[in-house]
Structure formats: C-alpha cells, structure tokens
C-alpha cells in the first residue's frame, strides 16, 4: 500500500533539516478538513457539537470534502519534492537513494494529480454513505475513491477503510464465470482520509436500471449474469473449498455483507456483472454465527427475484 505517512517518515531525519519550509503547512486532521468548510456549517458544528454527518446538506459537502483533501495533497506532494530536491543539492544525496525517493513520492503524486482531474473536470460516479464518494472522467481508466474517517466513530471508520482496501486487494485475481470486482490500482492512507484509484468501470449499477431506468445492455443474459454472481460470492465466501491463489493455495473466504442492487453493476458492453464497495466486508473467521453469510445469500436470492420481475415486466410492456 502506498502510505503517504510512510514516506514522510522515511528519511526523515535528512527531510527535517527542511522542516521549516513545512512548518506552516496544515496538517489533514478532522480540525484542518473542518476549517474547509462553510463557516455557518463550522459555527453549527462548534456551538450544537452535531457529528459532521448529520448536518444538514450533508451530501452537498462531498465535493467541498473531496477538494480539500485532493488539493491539501497535491500541495504536500509539491512541498516535498521542493524539500527532496534540497536535499540531493545540500546533503550530497547519492543518485540511487534520490531515484528511490523520487520514485515513492511520483507515485503517490500521479494518484493526486489523477484524483484532482477527476474531481476537477470528471462527474460524481458514486457515494459511499456519509464518508465517501467516486469521481471520474469520461474514457479514463480510472477512477477515484476519495474516503474521510471524520465526525463520531472515527477509529471504527478508519477499520472499515482499511479493511476495504485489504479484501478488494485480496480478490483482484478473484473472477468466476466473468463476473469479479474492479480492481484497485494504488493506494493513498493517511490516517483520516485515503483516495482508491481504481478500474473505472462502463457499467450502471443494477439498481440504476431497476430502479431509474438506466437502459438495459442488450448483451444481458438473466441466467448467465446470475449464475456468475451466485458462482463468484459462493467461491469468495470459501465454503467449498475452492478460492485458491494463483500458486493453488487455498485463501480465506470472505463476506461482502452489503451486496444489495446498489453495489452490483452491469457492464455496458458484456452485460456481465461486477461487484463493488466492499465497505462493510469481513472475513469468513470474523463471521461468528454466519450472519453476514446469511445476509448475502439474502441479497443473492433478492436480485434474483428482482431482476427477474424487472425484465418481466419490461417484456410484457414491449410486448
């Protein structure tokens, strides 16, 4: 994973000769993200003490969120190859351990960048409850998750954040009869808040067509989409015995706990479906009494008969 915090951390006792070019720089806090938004907001927050995401016009501050962290990013990045520049001059610092530096934070600066475009010029592909939301930009590969473990509950937040990432990493060779989950492709932690460049997907989700009328892909076979998303959660859940790596070894099973239509899409041009926002996903050892097992196939059987009744109806309105 590509932490931020880790390179601040690596070497620092070379950056901190700099540290007084950084000493103004705010810090990504809950405090320094507060600071962003509207003062009435801020004011409401201080004086009524009311969590961030209860306040009112909540879903109108993701894009103001999403830019402050984006933007305080880009400027950390600028701030430190300025800073790691000084250093190769005044610290005689060798060519490999430069290219090394270099190479860490051109990474962690291309995620920003590429963040920043989609935020900048692209639309809002997603929202992931109170704490996050996508944007992209039409034909890019990828997208941007930005995420912000703000307000009450922020440790328990940050778990969820993190465990995320881990499993959507864990099942990116994951793919059963054509269905399997985007990909992620970097990584960008610090503490509150982490951005997810991920796979952009040409897909609606299926309870955009459900529910919102997003058109149908012709390429949409009932029987073939359903028995791949039945087959992949059933070899991801593990029960069987048959989630194996690439070298054959056997891997933990894990529960997506959230698989209503929002979070299953349908490619535009294959009409095979994809799984996204593994939010709320525990592993199969964490799953006690089979709770969220049982949620899943709940989900499973629910987008069966709903899609079902969605392109019955559909047929009987054609015709």
Not at 71 to 86: I, T
Not at 200 to 215: C, K, M, R, W, Y
Request: hydrophobic content about 35%; aromatic content about 10%.
């Amino acid at each position: 994973m590509l932490c931020i915090g880790d390179f601040f951390s690596f070497n620092m006792d070379k950056i901190n000769i700099h540290q007084n070019k950084l000493d103004n720089e705010e810090e990504l806090s809950l405090e320094a993200l507060e600071d962003h938004l509207t003062n009435s907001l801020r004011e409401k927050v201080k004086l009524e003490n009311v969590p961030i995401e209860e306040m009112p016009d909540w879903y109108g501050k993701h894009r103001e969120i999403s830019g402050a962290i984006i933007n305080s990013l880009v400027e950390k990045v600028e701030s430190f190859k300025l800073a790691l520049a000084k250093m190769r001059i005044r610290e005689n610092l060798s060519e490999e351990d430069y290219q090394k530096q270099f190479f860490s934070i051109g990474r962690i600066e291309r995620v920003a960048l590429g963040a920043h475009e989609a935020w900048n010029k692209g639309k809002q592909l997603g929202q992931s409850g109170t704490r996050g939301v996508v944007y992209g930009v039409s034909n890019d590969p990828f997208c941007y998750k930005i995420i912000y473990n703000i307000g009450k509950n922020k440790e328990a937040k940050q778990e969820h954040t993190r465990k995320e990432y881990e499993i959507q990493r864990y099942l990116k060779d994951l793919e059963v009869k054509g269905v399997k989950t985007p990909r992620i492709e970097n990584v960008v932690n610090y503490g509150d808040y982490m951005i997810l460049q991920m796979e952009q997907l040409n897909a609606f989700t299926v309870s955009e067509v459900i529910d919102f009328g997003a058109p149908m892909p012709k390429s949409f076979n009932y029987d073939v989409s359903i028995d791949g998303l039945e087959s992949y959660i059933k070899v991801a859940h593990n029960v069987d015995g048959k989630f194996l790596d690439k070298r054959g070894r056997l891997r933990r099973g894990v529960r997506h706990y959230d698989l209503h239509l929002g979070n299953v899409m349908i490619d535009k041009e294959t009409g095979l479906l994809r799984v996204i926002d593994w939010d709320a996903s525990i592993y199969a050892e964490e799953d006690h009494e089979n709770i969220a097992l049982e949620n899943d196939r709940h989900h499973l059987e629910e987008a069966r008969f709903n899609i079902e009744h969605y392109l019955n109806k559909k047929k009987r309105f054609e015709g």
